[in-house]
């Protein structure tokens, strides 16, 4: 570009001159001397471009953050305060452009994480949102080379799985702490062939995915595992039930298995219906138990975990049964296509 006397810079350096010299002159002061090089006025703004021009060139032009990102700010000493909790006054900072707030249903705009936790409140997965992402930065409170960074949520609506992930944590001298988290979506595969065959292997999945949460001796969370379990590991055996039961839920509604509609391909209506009705108030049961677990202070998860080993021991007393006839039946519409 070429510098002339129309350059709006040449043009306001001038003006600015003249403004100083008629300053000084009304005032009875002298000009102040000019060197040569200042009097050179298009030199003056050629240098200035330049300069200008070779510091842009090592600052980014913009920065682009599609991932949902999140930084926790809050304070050394109020981190102290709280035992493996976040204080109420911590703040949730959106960062970038993949609108991190709306996994929660919410505007991504800052919040405390005491209002998050209170507009969150009535929502389904609301419990191992809070108990995810405080895993994650109280984790690394307490241990630097062993951050919990396998803590995965669904967001509010159930249509997508996040994994939560701690990817910088930094101390101020100040004694300010940030916490910043990464929301990755995890991979979703694309189905294939035939629609059916896709639905009933789908179905066997969760079905045996549930068997073997719950109806299997051998499980964590049978009521024998939870009976003979330390207390001291309760409270971390219920958080990851309620991410189990939130995964379950995730898988039905990605499957479209959350219909009865589509079970009743395979399924007896009578069985269908009998599975639904003894399930729903038993889901509801379970979950209400495992918020209180996560709540409760040391004293009273001994006797919250009694009251998730009764509602377990109904779970396999009601569901086993029904869970081995829905498998036969599922299997006898799959063996028809070996017979085709």
């Given at each position: 570009?070429?510098i002339?006397?129309?350059?709006?810079?040449?043009?306001f350096?001038?003006?600015?001159?003249?403004?100083?010299?008629g300053?000084?002159?009304?005032?009875?002061?002298?000009?102040?001397p000019?060197?040569?090089?200042?009097r050179?006025v298009?030199?003056?703004?050629?240098?200035m471009?330049?300069?200008?021009f070779?510091?842009?060139k090592?600052t980014?032009?913009?920065?682009?953050k599609?991932?949902?990102?999140?930084?926790?700010?809050?304070?050394?000493?109020?981190?102290?305060?709280?035992?493996?909790?976040l204080?109420?006054?911590?703040v949730?900072?959106?960062?970038g452009?993949?609108?991190?707030?709306?996994?929660?249903?919410?505007?991504?705009?800052e919040?405390t994480?005491a209002?998050?936790?209170?507009?969150?409140?009535?929502l389904k997965?609301?419990?191992?949102?809070?108990?995810?992402?405080?895993?994650?930065?109280?984790s690394s409170?307490?241990?630097?080379?062993?951050?919990?960074?396998?803590?995965?949520?669904?967001?509010?609506?159930?249509?997508?799985?996040?994994?939560?992930?701690l990817?910088?944590?930094?101390?101020?001298?100040?004694?300010v702490?940030e916490?910043?988290?990464?929301?990755?979506?995890?991979?979703?595969r694309?189905?294939?062939g035939?629609?059916?065959?896709t639905i009933?292997?789908?179905?066997?999945?969760?079905?045996?995915?549930?068997?073997?949460?719950?109806l299997?001796?051998?499980s964590?969370?049978s009521?024998?595992?939870?009976?003979?379990?330390?207390?001291?590991?309760?409270k971390?055996?219920?958080?990851?039930l309620?991410?189990?039961?939130?995964?379950?839920?995730?898988?039905?509604?990605?499957?479209?298995?959350?219909?009865a509609?589509?079970?009743a391909?395979?399924?007896d209506?009578?069985?269908l219906?009998?599975?639904?009705?003894?399930?729903?108030?038993?889901e509801?049961?379970?979950?209400?138990?495992?918020s209180?677990?996560g709540?409760?202070?040391?004293?009273?998860?001994?006797?919250?975990r009694?009251l998730?080993?009764?509602?377990i021991?109904?779970l396999?007393t009601?569901?086993?049964?029904?869970?081995?006839?829905?498998?036969?039946?599922?299997?006898?519409?799959?063996?028809?296509?070996?017979a085709?």
């Amino acid at each position: 570009m070429t510098i002339d006397y129309d350059n709006g810079m040449v043009k306001f350096l001038r003006e600015f001159q003249s403004l100083v010299d008629g300053f000084r002159e009304e005032h009875g002061l002298a000009k102040v001397p000019q060197s040569p090089e200042q009097r050179d006025v298009l030199g003056l703004v050629r240098k200035m471009q330049l300069a200008i021009f070779s510091h842009l060139k090592t600052t980014p032009e913009f920065t682009l953050k599609p991932q949902k990102q999140i930084t926790i700010r809050t304070s050394d000493a109020a981190l102290q305060s709280i035992e493996r909790e976040l204080p109420p006054d911590a703040v949730m900072v959106p960062v970038g452009t993949g609108n991190p707030m709306s996994i929660f249903g919410l505007p991504s705009v800052e919040t405390t994480w005491a209002e998050f936790q209170y507009l969150t409140r009535s929502l389904k997965f609301r419990d191992s949102w809070v108990d995810a992402i405080t895993s994650v930065v109280t984790s690394s409170v307490q241990s630097q080379l062993e951050v919990d960074n396998s803590q995965i949520i669904v967001s509010y609506d159930a249509k997508h799985t996040f994994r939560v992930i701690l990817t910088t944590g930094t101390k101020y001298f100040n004694g300010v702490r940030e916490f910043n988290l990464y929301f990755v979506e995890y991979l979703r595969r694309g189905d294939f062939g035939d629609p059916e065959t896709t639905i009933i292997f789908k179905g066997f999945e969760l079905l045996f995915r549930f068997r073997s949460l719950f109806l299997e001796r051998n499980s964590d969370f049978s009521s024998m595992s939870l009976k003979i379990a330390p207390v001291s590991a309760i409270k971390d055996t219920a958080r990851s039930l309620h991410r189990e039961l939130n995964l379950l839920k995730r898988d039905a509604l990605e499957a479209g298995l959350d219909k009865a509609s589509v079970w009743a391909a395979f399924v007896d209506w009578a069985r269908l219906s009998k599975m639904s009705e003894a399930w729903r108030p038993l889901e509801l049961r379970i979950r209400a138990i495992l918020s209180q677990i996560g709540g409760a202070e040391p004293d009273a998860v001994e006797r919250s975990r009694d009251l998730l080993v009764t509602a377990i021991q109904d779970l396999e007393t009601v569901m086993r049964p029904l869970n081995r006839e829905v498998i036969c039946e599922m299997a006898d519409k799959l063996k028809s296509f070996c017979a085709g």
